[in-house]
Structures are given as C-alpha cells and as structure tokens.
C-alpha cells in the first residue's frame, strides 16, 4: 500500500489493493480483441458461468523450470494460504460457516431431484457463497438472496444422507434450518456486509464480524483512548483483533495461535514452519519465521518486524502475502481481513517495473502536488511483475491484479515498499475476453475500438504499475495526520490518489523515453478507457435504483464525474448519442491530462492533512450518486450481450512427489472444476466452527 494508507487492491478486483484492486474483468472486457501470445487453444480459460459472475482458470507459466526445492517451498506457502479460508468466511460475517458447512453438505449428500429448477437455483446460490467467501456479495456489499423459498430449503436439508450437518449439541436438523432461514431468506437480517453511509452507525448496520455488541461511538471512545498519537512508529492499532464487550467492558480478542482463529492459524503455522526449512536464502528465513512469531503472539510490533524484514526481500524468486492485510470490509478502516498470494518473479517483464521503480524519486518529485506532501527521499521502493501459484483468504476466487506493501505509513517511509503486478492474472482476464462484445457495445467508433485492441492490455499492465509502484507510494501524511483520518472514506480516496497519480503520468513523454508504452496512442486508449469505466461501464455492476458503493467504483466514479464537468466549459469530454446510444468520448487529451493532475493535486492535499469533511465532499459529490437514466440504458445494453461484470478463479492443484520420506518434486495441475475445488477446500481446509 502506500504511505501508511490503508486500502491497496484492484479488483473485482479492487487494486483489492498486496494487493490491489486496477481493474478486473470489467477492463478487460474493453480491450476484448487484444492479442499477446496466442494462448494453446485446447486451454479452457472460462469453466463456469452464473449470476453475475464467471469463473476463470489461470496459467502458471515458468513453473516447471523452478527448482525441485523451489517448488517444495511454493508448495509449503501454498497450503499455508488455504488454511487461512475459513478465516476470511468468518470475518465477513459470523454465521458464514454454519452456512457453508450446511451448503457444502447438502451439495455432496441431496438425494433428490437434481433435476427440479430449484436445484439449479440452490447451485447458483451456493456458488455465489462460495465464490463471495460468504452471504455478502463480494463488490457490492448486499446480502444476495436465494432463488428459491424457505421451504425447499428444508427439504434440501432432510432428503441429504451421509453428510454432517453443523449441529450443535442436541440440536436437530430442523433447529438448523429454523436457525439458518431468516440469516438466509430475510433480506432484514445481515442485509449489508458493511455500510458507507455516513448517516448510520457504521459498527451496529454492518454485517461484518469485527465487532460485537459495541457502537461505532463506542469503538471510536475506545481507540482514542489506547493510540499513542505521539509515536512516530506506531502499530497498526486493532489490524488483527475483534472488538467486544464483555461484562460492561470493550476488550480485543486477538489473532493468534492460542487466541482468536487459533485451529486455522495453527495450521498456517505449521505449513510456514516447513517453508522456513527451505526457504531460498538466509534473509527469506528470517522473514517467514518473523510471520510466524506474530502468528503465535499476535502482537502488531511483531507483524511491523515481519513486514521490514519482508520489504528488504528484493532477492528472492519466490515470494508472498500472508496475513491480516487490507482494511476494505471493516467500516471503521482499522481491521484486516485474512489473504494470501504466493508467487515468482517473472523476470522478463519484470524490467519494465525496474524502469519505473528506478525513476520513483523522478516522479515523484515532477508530481503536480503540493511540495510540502511530497517525499524529499523515495527509499526502498521495488517493483517486480509476478506470477501468481496460489491465491487464499480474501484473495480468492476474487483476487488483485497489483500489490503494493506495507501499508504502514513510517515502514514505507524508513524502509520503502514492494510492488507488484500479477501478470498472469491480467493475462487470464485478457485472453477470456478475447471475443467479447462488451468493447463493440460501448465504445463510440471503430478508430477508437481499433485503439483499444492494439494498446489497451499493454496500457492497462502500465497503468497498473504506475498505480501500484508510484501511486500508493508516493506523498507523505504530515506530522500528526493518523492514517486513518478520512475513516470510511480512506479507501476511495485512496484508490483515487493512485489512480490518478498513475493516469498524470501514463500521458508523460517519460513513458516513451523509459520505452514503457510504443506509441503516445497507448495512453489516449487508457484515457477512452478510464472515462468510459467510470462515468458509464462499471455501472453494469450495480443494482437498479443502487448508488455506488465499493471503494475502487466510488474512486473511479469520483475522478471521472470530477473531470467531466470540471472539462465542460472546453468541451474535454463529450457524452453523445448515436443510433439512441449513449457514448463518452475524450476529445482533448492534453487538457484531461491537466484535470487529472489539478485532482490529483486537491486527492493529495485531502490525504496528507487528513481532511475528512473535503473527502466526503469529494467523494459523496462525484463518487456515490448514479444518473438513473443512463444506468437503466446500460444495464439493458449489457443484459443483451450475455456477460458477468465480475470474474475469480479456480486454483492450481500441487501435489507433491515423494521418495525415501522427502518431496523431490511438486507436480501442478490445471484441470480441477469449481464445484470440486470448493467441495474439497471445504473438506480439506475445514479448521474452525
């Protein structure tokens, strides 16, 4: 993440932010008709399709050529990050488990019709329980509701033999289903997995289990009365806790190996426990046995240790994320949900990433914000593109496509900071969307199609880097700002603060001088692209009458609407009709370019004084309503395409190869289904209650 700001990922992605959300499937789809290499056409990179979302399968390319102890270490971390999944159902909401062990065993057990169009509907809400790690849909934060009534529900429960249902002590199945129908069926009930509205209490109208029987008021009174607002190296305060209160008093329940998520942390440890006994070199040792000294006392000044020793990391080929990271589903911005991505250094493409971190302090100082917000020394910044082997927690199916940590404000100050692109995720997206209709449907002509199938995938990998590497890395908080000044806030300002530091710079004649884009046109097809997204296309993801909700949308609606009418009086974006459709289209790009770096400029002022009435303003005025009109049309203009605005993915399976009592290598496999996979994870990777 970035200077201490608290939200990094793309994705359906969020630049989810470790791991960052730019953009999914949703971007991908603009540029459908791009071409990289040829993928071998037998490769089946979409396996299944429901609701609004499709499940895709990803490559690993370069990892036969690892080394077997390599590979024994790839293997370790990747068991280490499914062991964490119950953890990431629970934190979304504390009855997810109860209800995925319910949904797993009716899947492998119903006797019955599989034939009745109920059952298709119980699949599909299954898969979306899987695939959200919850009740919760992943983007929008709603509590989707089942296809079918209370009542089959309950037969799908009593017609199931040979499975074990989550019961507790002298309970019957039919106090199961009495428990689970109104969390299932009530839209009341659950109905957000958190709230952005300002107007509500956060704590008490999220769904979210990180808090329990407290107010938002009350968890406020209680942080402010345990931060030191002193300390220049202060601890990332309730990132792996749970606040409660008991007997009249708010205490922390703390992760950790004899504490909270203890069976499935316990887990994580020992498979860290056998990658320490291999890591690659001295210096990565050290670093997985740091995690695993914070994973057995929870302690945060522990985790700070882990994550200084895991920026100083920039040798190794193998690489990962472990742990309570990214803030996105906690209202309040303080708790981290559980994820995990292994990877390796693609050291090929990694070169364009060594030529943008290598000119950070360039950047950074030719940025058109403010010079008291700038870092009079870049330190530590490192920047790979990366091959992503396993993907876990938060994570999972629904995973980042760029990374930047820690997210602490002085650890990216004293010791800099990682950054990563994923790039055979963003490779998946492309070549899955290689036919799609989406970039025909909304974009204004064939000149304008023809540009985005040229450069877009390019275009798009840059201005991930740029928003990864720079963006989340640059400007600095003043003295006395805390990093979670802008509260529920942080997140789209944030996401925006990256975003627009990477689109300032995408048009810069640096990018042609480091030979990162081949052409100037690169950049104008991300800028079609951006405006495009934000002001009309990510809209196919929100619900008639909905406003927008998640972080990355609000960020990305915020800049698009900021420019569009800050442009009008010089007509820099025009929104046309042609054939009774409705097109955005950039017709000055210089002058864009100019409103970008204005916003970034005021983004930069928001974060670094920590200004929090300016943030809601921001946000709230150009980030949060919908033009209903234009959302109805859009959203009919996609239903006739046959799409899912929003992809995740099956992962590898790695099995080891044993001889004389040791792995001597790790074979990988690409094949598994969804329904399998999720099936046996929930068999395999099922450590808490």
């Known amino acids: 993440m970035t200077a201490g ?98 949904l797993d065993a009716i899947v492998q057990g119903y006797k019955g019709d599989r034939h009745d169009p109920r059952w298709a509907a119980f699949m599909t809400y299954a898969k979306r329980v899987w695939f959200s790690n919850g009740i919760h849909h992943h983007y929008s934060n709603d509590k989707f509701a089942p296809g079918f009534d209370a009542d089959y529900f309950a037969a799908l429960v009593k017609g199931s033999e040979g499975v074990t249902f989550p019961l507790a002590e002298g309970q019957a199945a039919d106090d199961l289903v009495a428990f689970l129908k109104p969390l299932l069926f009530d839209p009341a009930v659950a109905a957000k997995k958190f709230t952005q509205d300002s107007t509500q209490d956060l704590v008490v109208n999220s769904a979210v289990n990180f808090y329990e029987g407290v107010t938002q008021a009350e968890v406020e009174a209680y942080y402010k009365s345990v931060v030191d607002e002193k300390d220049e190296t202060p601890i990332s305060y309730g990132l792996n806790t749970r606040v409660v209160k008991k007997d009249g008093r708010i205490v922390e329940e703390v992760a950790k190996i004899d504490g909270l998520y203890g069976p499935a942390i316990a887990k994580i440890v020992s498979w860290l426990e056998k990658a320490a006994g291999v890591a690659e070199n001295d210096h990565q040792g050290k670093v997985i046995e740091a995690l695993i000294a914070y994973y057995q006392t929870g302690d945060l000044e522990k985790f700070d240790a882990y994550n200084v020793l895991w920026v100083q990391d920039t040798a190794s080929l193998i690489d990962f994320v472990n742990g309570f990271i990214e803030v996105y589903n906690d209202p309040m911005g303080m708790k981290a949900s559980w994820e995990s991505v292994v990877n390796y250094k693609d050291l090929a493409a990694t070169k364009r990433a060594d030529a943008i971190s290598g000119s950070a302090q360039w950047f950074e100082d030719n940025s058109p914000v403010d010079p008291r917000f700038k870092k009079k020394e870049v330190k530590g910044v490192s920047a790979k ?56 449907e909304f974009t204004f002509s064939a000149e304008l199609l023809e540009r985005a199938k040229t450069y877009g995938p390019h275009a798009g990998n840059i201005h991930t880097d740029l928003h990864e590497v720079l963006g989340h890395g640059s400007g600095q908080l003043l003295p006395g700002v805390a990093d979670e000044a802008l509260k529920n806030y942080s997140s789209p300002i944030e996401e925006s603060r990256a975003d627009l530091f990477a689109l300032y710079y995408i048009m810069d004649d640096k990018m042609l001088e480091l030979g990162l884009l081949p052409h100037a046109d690169a950049a104008k097809a991300e800028y079609d692209l951006q405006i495009r997204n934000g002001l009309m296309t990510q809209l196919t ?62 983004v930069q002022r928001i974060t670094s004084e920590g200004d929090y009435e300016a943030a809601k303003a921001l946000i709230e005025t150009y980030g949060v309503q919908v033009d209903q009109e234009l959302h109805k049309e859009v959203l009919e203009r996609y239903a006739k395409l046959n799409l899912a605005p929003y992809a995740g993915f099956v992962n590898p399976v790695l099995t080891p190869v044993v001889a004389d009592g040791r792995i001597v290598d790790v074979k990988i496999d690409l094949t598994e289904g969804y329904v399998e996979q999720m099936l046996r994870y929930g068999r395999d990777y099922a450590f808490l209650k």
Request: glycine content about 6%.
């Open 541 to 602: 993801r929100i619900q008639p009458g909905k406003t927008v909700e998640q972080a990355h949308m609000r960020g990305r609606a915020m800049v698009s609407h900021w420019v569009y009418e800050k442009g009008k009086p010089e007509n820099v974006i025009s929104r046309v009709t042609k054939d009774g459709k409705t097109y955005f289209v950039v017709n000055d790009y210089p002058k864009l370019r100019r409103l970008y770096g204005q916003l970034l400029a005021e």
């Open 5 to 102: 700001y608290p939200k990094r990922k793309v994705g359906p992605m969020t630049l989810k932010s470790p791991l960052l959300l730019a953009f999914c499937c949703g971007l991908a789809l603009l540029a459908a008709g791009c071409k990289k290499d040829e993928p071998a056409p037998e490769f089946a990179w979409q396996i299944d399709q429901f609701a609004d979302l499709r499940v895709l399968r990803y490559q690993v390319p370069g990892f036969e050529a690892l080394t077997p102890k390599q590979k024994e270490l790839v293997y370790y971390l990747s068991e280490a990050a499914l062991c964490g999944r119950d953890i990431i159902f629970d934190e979304n909401y504390k009855h997810n488990i109860k209800i995925l062990r319910t």
């Open 385 to 440: 593109v990366i091959t992503a082997a396993m993907l876990g927690g938060d994570c999972y199916p629904s995973t980042p496509i760029g990374i930047n940590l820690p997210n602490a404000n002085w650890i990216r100050k004293n010791h800099g900071s990682k950054s990563v692109t994923i790039e055979n995720i963003t490779y998946a997206y492309d070549q899955s969307s290689l036919k799609s209709p989406f970039g025909q």
